[in-house]
């Protein structure tokens, strides 16, 4: 495997090594739950899978502007945006393809049946109370799109029995500004939250080509939660989300209307099994009104789950549900025709989870029955072993699989002799992951080594003219984290390094580095607190916008700074500084980045 990597990435690895006395970045308390690894609560440190656990009071100290400036030290995680804020941004989950990893909002899968994952972009992170991050496949928990892993987005708060509020409000260059307000509280067993919030921006000028303007955005949202416990065993709970946004970028507009709904009645059935009801429902409507004319698209996802746990007991549980999923798109724009609109699918699954003190173990099963392609069957399993109170391991094998998106099977383009392929099947893939945790010397690493076959891969087919699976990719992979603490300052590292190939072609995957490292140095003085955070990535290849000939984009590395100061107990002002040194760089060939930036911000809490 080839992990190769530049002077500068050595600097920071061996001073992230240099430093020894830390906790895991990221990582929370002992007693920490994650449900998005398994559909079931676990202990976070028992998952056997890469996991990151981010929470409310993390994403309020970041200021980070949006979820791709959040998640970008994330290890495995990479981004490329399409100009600045409110542009399209791809996510590429441990190398793989940007609609290979699995977005949910409150448990809502959030995906389009256009070809693009869900509009990470447009997520408020005002709303955000907590984020689950998975990276590994989970189609045999979830079904298909989860390849390369997981993301799950909650808005809902946890709300104690007192009247409880927040007001942020934001003010940065670009004419930025943000305006949050949040409630919650109970009456009885009764639990109701709302949040709501604005955000608009000038913005930049996203692209070289086209009109040289700034591209504005604007993004309206609010979320409702609401629980209710009929008694010590029945329960039941509802959460909306809704975001209405305006996107310019050059020589065009996007309008996009989003809804995710669910509603939950759980039940104890006994003390050691529970069940649960769920119902989903995910739609965005969207307008986009560009050089080739107007495009009108529509997806709905509607979803009916039961699921279970079972405990057998305190070593093993069993977890075992049913999904019925119904997916929509009505597609229409200029010379575009459409054969069909929805398929239907239905899953089964099981998980079963061993811990104890001479081997932890998990195991998981699921058979898919789409209506288009079939049945298709996907499984992983994991074992783990604590070696002394200071050192984990664990190995893992999994497989997972991406159905063809509804556009790619049924919306022809007759004037531009491109045409949809019905017998499109899956894309398959296969991995394997090796991972060792450690406490020593007063610091806690995390390393993660893994090897991701795809097949069967969707492209263009030899004659340009329809799509077919023709193509095949490999990644190697290798991702370590470290965090430390030395004279009162703390500091998290992350480092990720990919091996990449098109086995079809021989040509490196686009728009992925193959070495991204984190850092982050911070410091609390008291009422005052600082942050430094650096982003650096090597050089990758891209396509040229001009002349959709091979190109590269060069390696950079962004310094943002963040300060907090609380002026009072309820109080606090925040101030982020992003591109500090005001470097001049690109992700995507062609398009724009953020100059220098700076957001001053007013949080209030009552």
């Known amino acids: 495997m080839k992990l190769i990597i530049n002077s500068s990435l050595v600097l920071g690895a061996c001073l992230c090594a240099s430093v020894v006395r830390a906790q895991t970045s990221g990582t929370a308390a002992p007693e920490e739950i994650i449900v998005a690894a398994n559909r079931i609560e676990q202990p976070l440190n028992s998952v056997l899978a890469a996991t990151t656990v981010i929470n409310k009071d993390f994403i309020q100290q970041s200021s ?12 495995g995680m990479q981004f490329a945006p399409l100009g600045g804020q409110g542009a399209q941004t791809s996510l590429f989950l441990r190398g793989t393809e940007s609609d290979h990893t699995l977005i949910l909002v409150d448990g809502v899968q959030m995906t389009t049946s256009t070809g693009p994952a869900g509009r990470l972009e447009f997520i408020p992170l005002d709303q955000i109370e907590r984020i689950e991050i998975v990276r590994g496949p989970r189609s045999s928990i979830y079904g298909s799109e989860a390849i390369g892993g997981v993301l799950n987005i909650i808005t809902k708060p946890q709300v104690g029995e007192d009247f409880a509020g927040s007001l942020k409000l934001m003010a940065g260059t670009q004419s930025s500004s943000d305006t949050n307000l949040g409630l919650q509280g109970r009456v009885g067993k009764t639990s109701l939250s709302l949040n709501a919030s604005r955000r608009e921006t000038a913005g930049i000028d996203f692209s070289e080509r086209g009109s040289s303007d700034d591209d504005g955005y604007e993004n309206d949202s609010y979320s409702l939660s609401l629980g209710h416990q009929f008694n010590e065993r029945i329960g039941l709970s509802s959460t909306y989300a809704s975001f209405d946004v305006e996107s310019d970028y050059d020589d065009g507009v996007v309008n996009t209307e989003s809804q995710q709904f669910s509603t939950t009645l759980t039940a104890a059935l006994s003390d050691s099994w529970s069940s649960s009801l769920v119902l989903e429902q995910f739609r965005e409507d969207n307008l986009d009104n560009g050089a080739f004319g107007l495009t009108n698209s529509s997806t709905e996802n509607n979803k009916l789950s039961w699921h279970n746990t079972y405990s057998f007991d305190a070593s093993k549980q069993f977890s075992f549900g049913v999904d019925h999923q119904e997916q929509e798109l009505a597609y229409a724009t200029f010379a575009a ?9 239905e899953g089964i699954y099981g998980v079963f989870i061993q811990q104890n003190e001479v081997l932890d173990f998990t195991l998981s099963l699921r058979n898919d029955d789409n209506e288009r392609f079939g049945n298709h069957s996907t499984g992983s399993v994991a074992v783990g072993r604590d070696f002394g109170e200071s050192v984990r391991a664990w190995v893992s094998y999994g497989t997972a699989f991406k159905a063809p998106n509804l556009i790619d099977l049924y919306v022809d383009f007759p004037s531009f002799f491109f045409f949809s392929n019905p017998d499109l099947e899956p894309e398959t893939a296969e991995s394997v992951e090796l991972s060792l945790q450690a406490e020593g010397f007063g ?36 991702e370590t984290t470290v965090s430390t603490s030395i004279a009162g300052w703390n500091l998290d590292a992350a480092l990720t390094l990919l091996d990449h190939e098109n086995r079809s072609t021989g040509a490196e995957l686009l728009r992925r580095p193959e070495q991204t490292l984190s850092l982050s140095l911070g410091r609390d003085f008291g009422d005052l607190d600082l942050a430094l955070n650096l982003l650096a990535q090597n050089e990758h290849a891209d396509i040229d916008p001009a002349t959709f000939g091979s190109s590269q984009v060069g390696g950079y590395g962004v310094v943002n700074l963040v300060a907090g100061y609380r002026l009072s107990e ?21 398009f724009n980045t953020q100059d220098r930036t700076a957001q001053l911000s007013l949080n209030y809490r009552f």
């Open 337 to 345: 025709t459409q054969a069909d609109t929805s398929r239907d699918n």
């Open 570 to 590: 309820d109080f606090e002002l925040r101030l982020r500084i992003g591109n500090l040194l005001d470097k001049d760089y690109q992700v995507v060939d062609g």
């Open 443 to 478: 610091a806690t690493w995390q390393l993660n080594v893994f090897r991701n076959d795809i097949d069967d891969l969707i492209s263009s087919d030899a004659t340009f003219t329809s799509l077919a699976n023709i193509q095949k990719a490999r990644i190697d992979g290798m």
């Open 64 to 75: 980070a502007q949006n979820l791709a400036d959040l998640l970008a030290g994330v290890p």
